[in-house]
């Protein structure tokens, strides 16, 4: 029997600090997981501490919705052939500028890939054809992991380094990166594992403090039964999330996990009327998504291709067929 973590978090990430939320479970002394109601997540860089803080002792499963991982095709261009050491480089030495957006198309490269930091004084300035041509990418799909491409449920995600438009993710995986996962990988008193470049998912669960996954809320949703978000109702909509609600009521009911009580009228109310209430309701269903894996449901979806496992990460629940 896999060791259940005492704690799981889940943060729907960004680069902006006010749309970082995060979801968590405890599991109580019956083993039961009883989620809390989301609320922003504060200092990143002091994340970690505070999640141990909670766990009382006990080892934490984090997940977080940037990508973690490179596009293979870059990777081999630049012969990286392996992310989780390449990481705590990332900002020093010859990677000094990595994590530095590049404001113009000169200034792209294969040490500075993510583009643009502005949309431009005028519509269509920056092109994804400039990336495409730094990069020595034949298509955006070249920029993509395999993950991140379209499946038979849902639509493909954004690329890392692209960095404009409502999907795009490569801003907030900077920060996530840089403030997050580096620092805790630098600090030798962190033990701290990566899915699945460290392992597979239960022995770094049985084996660490803190083992950290990437998700996407677009798949979590179809982890809860819910059909694709986009696929006849909107995650930005209120009337929409409230009608997911029976969804994740049934969820909550088959898995004998607990929610307060304020988040079930949460739940109800479709978080909210704000248009930012999308933020805490993708920390929510993500963390919805951790336990399913968890508690045995849905396999975790450890990949079996050496380039996938050491390069470009997976996203925790979506099925595996390579």
Known sequence: MP??????????????AKKRWICLAELDHQGSYRVRVPKTVGNPQSLFTEL??????GNVFAGFDFPIGLPSAYAEKIQIRDFRSLLPELGHGVWADFFEVARERDEIGPLRPFYPMTPGKKAGVRKQNHLLKALQAKSIEDLLRECEKSTDTR????????TLGAKQVGKAAIVGWRDVLIPALQNSKVDVAI?????SLFDLLSNHKITVAETYPAEACLHLCMSPPGSGWSKTNQADRASQGKHIRNWLCSRKVHAESQLLKMIGAGFGPSKDSEDPFDAFVGLLSMLEVVLGHRPPGDPCIKQVRSIEGWILGQSWTG
């Open 52 to 57: 141990l803080k909670q766990a009382d002792g």
């Open 3 to 16: 060791v259940l973590p005492r704690l799981i978090a889940h943060a729907d990430w960004s680069s902006n």
């Open 195 to 199: 899915w699945p470049f460290d392992g």
């Open 155 to 162: 639509a493909a995600a954004s690329s890392l380094f692209w």
